[in-house]
Structure formats: C-alpha cells, structure tokens
C-alpha cells in the first residue's frame, strides 16, 4: 500500500504577566486536534522569553502527541488491533 500525506503543526505563543501559553494545532482541513501548555517565569529568576516559549511549546506539543497517540489507540481497537502491550502515556 502506497501512501503519502502531509500534516502541519502551528505552534502559537502568547505571554502575559510572566505565564507564556502555547497551541500545538494539527489539522488536515477536515478535522483539527489542539495541544496546549504553558510555563511560568519564577519571581526569582532573571526573564529570559525564548525559554518560557520552549517550555510551553514543548509542553503544548507534548499534549498534542498525547491526543495523537489515543486518538491511534482507539483507531486500532476499533479495527480490532489492540496493542500487546501498554504504551507510554504522552501528554
């Protein structure tokens, strides 16, 4: 079975009051999965933006991976191929 397709992820950002929030969306034009994290600057530390993005875009696609996967699963027992073992949860 010959089979190519192609799926994009937009990661979006946005930072208030030292809390940077992330969207992790996958979609195909039909249907649309959205993950989301977020991280918050520590009073203490010295604000660096490129590491609360990180974080919150990592967490976020850490989420969307985890929606992927039991979106997977499901797919497989309703084909009727239940996995042996159980995966690693992400997410």
Known sequence: MNHAEEW???V??????GITKARAVLGDGNTQMVGRGKARCNPQDVEIPAIG???AASR???D???????AADRDLAAAGAVPDLPRTTYG
């Not at 979006?12 to 009051?17: A, G, I, V």
């Not at 969307?64 to 039991?70: E, F, I, N, S």
Request: aromatic share 4%.
């Open 8 to 10: 994009k992820v937009g």
């Open 12 to 17: 979006y950002l946005t930072e208030e009051d």
């Open 53 to 55: 993005d990180e974080l």
């Open 60 to 62: 976020a696609m850490r």
């Open 64 to 70: 969307l991976a985890g929606q992927l996967m039991h």
